[in-house]
Each structure stands twice: as structure tokens, then as C-alpha cells.
């Protein structure tokens, strides 16, 4: 049976965090300090100035703007970064002009990055994020995985994980997710708990051998304070991911999708799945991409 990994240890040496420098932006930084600390992680605190704030004014005061706009950024990177170095985690900066969702990815392949992370905006759907760019633009366009934070979790800090739900559909792109979710609940000695959804027309032999994939899964080896749990649910996906990570207090979710366009056209579960579950998720929700010609960080 395949396993989401002989080995599941993952590198995330580089983590990129993506603001507008607005509180929604940020949401995300305080479960992205917590997992530098646990894999040594550089924080990269990246801003991009759209160029549209050029649009309404006059080629006369185009050179004013960008220098009063770059150096508020610089200014408000510089306080923020200076906070993450008072924890002990190293910092860079990033600032630039652009389109968001074209520098990002640039910036995540430029500096080989691991990770990305964004704050959502709204529990009603995906909305605009900094810069007038989208969760959905960024996952279909990034090579590496992205974790979203909504507004429920703005509150917390230092955030930690005691809680790990890894969603799957038994694709290349799932399992992918698990190798994080694995390595993640390991590093944080979470409990870690694997569902997977199944029709109505599931019988009860078919939920036996469900339950044995899903056990066979996780490597013997992996040092976990328990055993995974491991869950059927019958139903809708994104619901019934949501409603088991409410009902076990999830401290994170992690899920896969396919390739690029992967929120609007992925052909697994976890396609228009995944964009439910980053809207109505009450934790941070981890999204891993199928491996494809990018490289994949593993150690």
C-alpha cells in the first residue's frame, strides 16, 4: 500500500509572507513565527505597491508618490521585521512595485521558497487580499504550499498546533498534503487525524477497506505522541471537512490540489472543495499543490 512517504521529514527553510501591511495581511504571522521556531525557518516579509495607486495622478507626481509609498512600506516592514528578530528568527524584506500576483511567485521561485503564507479577508468567500490580489490567484500560480489564515484566528499568539487534520481523496496531490501534515503534527507532537469522504453509496466492506487505506497510509515509524485517528464521513467534502475540524478542535487543516488552477479546476475532491474550506475553516488551512516540474523541499 502506498504511504505518504517512506520518509516524511520536509524542509522549511524559507517562509514568505505576503502583506499589504493592513491587519488582515497578518494573520498569518504569529503560526508563521511558531513554525520558524520549529524548523529554523527565515521569514521573508514581502510587500508588493500595486501600480494602479499611479493611475489617478499626474506624470509630474509619479516620482513623489513611489518615494512616499516606498518608504511608508520600508518604514512599517522595518518595525514588523524588527519584532519577528526580537523572537530569534531571521528576517529579510522584500519590497517592490508590480502585480501581486505575478511578483509573488517570482519571489517564491527567486528565493526558493517553502512556504507561503496569506491572510483571507471574509468567512463569505475568497476576497481580495493585500494589493487587490486573491488566495485563489496565488495557490494556482505558486509552486510551494500556502497556508491561509482567516480572521477567527487573528486573536491568537503565539499560535501553536496540538491538532492536525489531513484530508484525502487518495490522489498524487493528497498524498503530497500528508507528507506536510505528517511532518508538521511530528515537529509540534500533535495528534493527527486522517478523514476521508465518501458517497452514500459506500457499503460497510467498502468502509473496512477505506479505513485500512487510510491506516496505511502513515509510515510505522512516524513518532507521534498517539496513534492517527483515522475517519470516514459521508456527505459533502468541504462540509464534512469543516465539520470534523470543528467537532476535534483542529488546530490546522491540510489538504491537496491539482496542479495549476487548482482551486477553480482541480479534477480531484479537492477542487472547489478546497476553496469552501479555506472560506468556512476556523483554523489555519494548509494547501499543497501536485508535484510537477517545481522542485519539492524535502530534506
Not at 490580489?133 to 510551494?144: D, F, G, P, Q
Not at 471537512?241 to 476535534?248: G, P, R, T, W
Request: glycine fraction near 8%; include cysteine; aromatic fraction near 6%.
Amino acid at each position: 500500500m502506498y504511504a505518504v512517504a517512506a520518509s516524511t521529514a520536509i524542509a522549511l527553510k524559507n517562509i514568505l509572507v505576503a502583506t499589504d501591511l493592513s491587519p488582515a495581511s497578518l494573520w498569518s504571522l504569529p503560526y508563521v513565527v511558531g513554525i520558524a521556531h520549529q524548523y529554523g525557518s527565515t521569514i521573508y516579509l514581502a510587500t508588493v505597491v500595486p501600480l494602479a495607486i499611479y493611475g489617478v495622478a499626474r506624470p509630474e507626481s509619479f516620482d513623489a508618490i513611489e518615494a512616499e509609498c516606498r518608504d511608508y512600506a520600508q518604514e512599517k516592514l522595518d518595525r514588523f521585521s524588527a519584532g519577528i528578530r526580537a523572537q530569534g528568527i531571521a528576517v529579510q524584506v522584500l519590497l517592490t512595485e508590480g502585480d501581486v500576483a505575478q511578483v509573488i511567485p517570482d519571489w517564491v521561485e527567486q528565493h526558493k521558497i517553502d512556504l507561503l503564507a496569506v491572510g483571507t479577508t471574509g468567512r463569505g468567500g475568497l476576497h481580495k487580499l493585500f494589493l487587490g490580489s486573491t488566495a485563489e490567484e496565488l495557490i494556482r500560480e505558486v509552486s510551494c504550499p500556502v497556508l491561509t489564515v482567516g480572521p477567527t484566528l487573528s486573536g491568537e499568539s503565539p499560535a501553536r498546533l496540538r491538532s492536525i487534520l489531513f484530508a484525502t481523496d487518495f490522489s498524487a496531490e493528497s498524498f503530497r498534503a500528508g507528507r506536510y501534515a505528517c511532518s508538521i503534527a511530528c515537529r509540534y507532537n500533535a495528534r493527527l487525524i486522517l478523514m476521508h469522504v465518501t458517497d452514500e453509496h459506500a457499503t460497510q466492506v467498502s468502509r473496512r477497506s477505506l479505513i485500512r487505506r487510510l491506516h496505511d497510509l502513515i509510515p510505522e515509524n512516524l513518532n507521534l505522541p498517539n496513534e492517527p485517528e483515522e475517519l470516514l464521513a459521508q456527505g459533502r467534502p468541504a462540509g464534512k471537512i469543516l465539520e470534523v475540524a470543528n467537532q476535534h478542535s483542529v488546530d490546522l487543516i491540510a489538504i491537496g490540489v491539482r496542479g495549476a488552477g487548482g482551486l477553480a479546476r482541480a479534477a480531484s475532491h479537492f477542487g472547489s472543495t478546497a476553496h469552501e474550506v479555506i472560506v468556512g475553516a476556523t483554523c489555519p488551512v494548509l494547501v499543497v499543490r501536485a508535484p510537477d516540474s517545481h522542485r519539492t523541499p524535502v530534506k
